[in-house]
């Protein structure tokens, strides 16, 4: 049965869109795990990049237990795809993991997210036919662990790490870097 993973609530537009000044709750997303909350605050703004990106910190937590970070992610939307393409790193559940988007083409079954974790599983969201699958390889083998059907997500096999990154991917507007930029132009 699909989960249809929307906020049950999120900051207001002007607050979600603008940098975060501080450590601040700006969306709440109900699964079958439990609710995940995302935290957004400044990340480090070493560089002048960095400053003129806004750089933050996300976090998913799930319940008081931090599930998913990204040190270096940006604003949601654009500021994130833009991040993502030149590569974010992070933790889920505590595994260090480097992310990059890739779209080689305007075929959407040419672009995807992939999630390298330190412990050598790799999980990649892509696109196949008309639906988005996240796909979790470890050396030769590749399962796929959800996909899109019908408007939502089928989650019923992932466990909280996964279910995370598909919050962070429906939430943060990343499942536009899986469209084809054709889109944008009808």
Do not use: K, N
């Given at each position: 049965m699909p989960s249809f993973l929307k906020p049950s609530w999120r900051a207001p537009r002007?607050?979600?869109?603008?940098?975060?000044?501080?450590?601040?709750?700006?969306?709440?997303?109900?699964?079958?795990?439990?609710?995940?909350t995302l935290f957004r605050e400044p990340g480090p703004r070493l560089t002048a990049d960095a400053k003129a990106e806004a750089w933050e910190r996300w976090q998913f937590l799930l319940g008081e237990e931090t599930v998913l970070e990204i040190d270096d992610a940006a604003l949601p939307w654009l500021g994130i795809r833009k991040r993502l393409r030149h590569g974010v790193r992070g933790r889920l559940d505590g595994v260090p993991f480097t992310a990059r988007a890739a779209c080689r083409s305007l075929r959407p079954s040419r672009c995807g997210i992939r999630f390298c974790l330190d412990d050598g599983r790799i999980l990649s969201f892509t696109?196949?036919?008309?639906?988005?699958?996240?796909?979790?390889?470890?050396?030769?083998?590749?399962?796929?662990?959800?996909?899109?059907?019908?408007?939502?997500?089928?989650?019923?096999?992932?466990?909280?790490?996964?279910?995370?990154?598909?919050?962070?991917?429906?939430?943060?507007?990343?499942?536009?870097?899986?469209?084809?930029?054709?889109?944008?132009?009808?």
């Open positions: 002007r607050m979600w869109l603008q940098p975060a000044h501080a450590r601040e709750r700006h969306a709440e997303i109900p699964t079958a795990h439990g609710t995940y696109v196949h036919r008309f639906h988005q699958r996240l796909v979790r390889e470890a050396g030769d083998e590749h399962e796929v662990r959800a996909r899109t059907r019908a408007g939502g997500w089928e989650t019923h096999r992932l466990d909280r790490g996964e279910l995370a990154l598909v919050c962070l991917v429906t939430v943060s507007g990343l499942d536009r870097l899986l469209a084809s930029p054709l889109q944008d132009i009808l």
